[in-house]
């Protein structure tokens, strides 16, 4: 069965705290999402990869950076956790036409 | 900056009841898609449209893309308390192939 494994369901970090979100995806897709979701907002994308090394921003990259240093594995990466980033956040993959994969998600609370 | 807007943003509603839910763009979408979230889950995708007009079903589901492929919509027939989860809409950022935007989905809840 393919997957998208995101390593934790919930988080808590304090403010200021430097926290790693990582996917692994097993279905040798090209491309890689964070997205982040909010009530009300639906999922908002942070960045992707569509290639090892490879980053695009997507609409909301302020506060997040990512790597891709292997093309199963994507990581996002809060320089300095703020309250405002405490969500849900989704990875997903997909090779080609928008067949896109998620991971369970990981809820983030920031104290 | 695109958007696509969802509506209702809730729906309660009594098992075998009908739901209908809609999709709206800022821009014109050569594609739609539906996602559905079941709680605690990622999204899945349900049905995909590729041309305006279309009616595709799966199941009770049945989807439609708009004539002016500004909006899409979405009807559950004779919903079961399985359908309970959020109900993304989606469609490809700025003609770009690989890279979707989502709406700002709508949750059913199902009363049995």
């Known amino acids: 069965d393919v997957k998208v494994t995101q390593s934790s369901r919930y988080l808590v970090k304090r403010t200021g705290e430097k926290v790693f979100l990582e996917c692994v995806q097993d279905?040798?897709?090209?491309?890689m999402f964070w997205y982040r979701q909010d009530p009300g907002l639906g999922l908002r994308l942070i960045y992707f990869?569509?290639?090892?090394?490879?980053?695009e921003k997507g609409d909301i990259p302020e506060g997040y950076s990512v790597s891709r240093e292997k093309k199963e594995r994507f990581s996002l990466i809060l320089e300095s956790a703020s309250t405002n980033q405490t969500s849900m956040y989704l990875c997903?993959?997909?090779?080609?036409?928008?067949?896109?994969?998620f991971g369970s998600g990981t809820r983030l609370t920031v104290v | 900056g695109q958007q696509l807007n969802q509506s209702p943003q809730s729906m309660f509603i009594q098992e075998g009841e009908d739901v209908s839910m809609n999709c709206t763009s800022s821009?014109?979408?050569?594609?739609w898609l539906w996602y559905k979230q079941d709680p605690g889950e990622g999204p899945v995708l349900l049905i995909a449209?590729?041309?305006?007009?279309e009616l595709t079903s799966n199941g009770r589901l049945t989807a439609q893309f708009g004539i002016t492929r500004k909006d899409s919509f979405l009807n559950i027939s004779a919903s079961i308390p399985s359908d309970v989860g959020i109900y993304f809409c989606?469609?490809?950022?700025?003609?770009?192939?690989?890279?979707?935007?989502f709406g700002t989905g709508t949750l059913l809840a199902v009363q049995p």
């Open positions: 989606a469609g490809p950022y700025g003609g770009a192939t690989n890279k979707l935007i």
């Open positions: 990869s569509y290639d090892v090394k490879m980053k």
């Open positions: 997903a993959s997909s090779s080609a036409h928008y067949g896109y994969t």
């Open positions: 449209l590729y041309k305006a007009g």
């Open positions: 821009s014109i979408f050569n594609t």
């Open positions: 279905m040798d897709h090209e491309n």
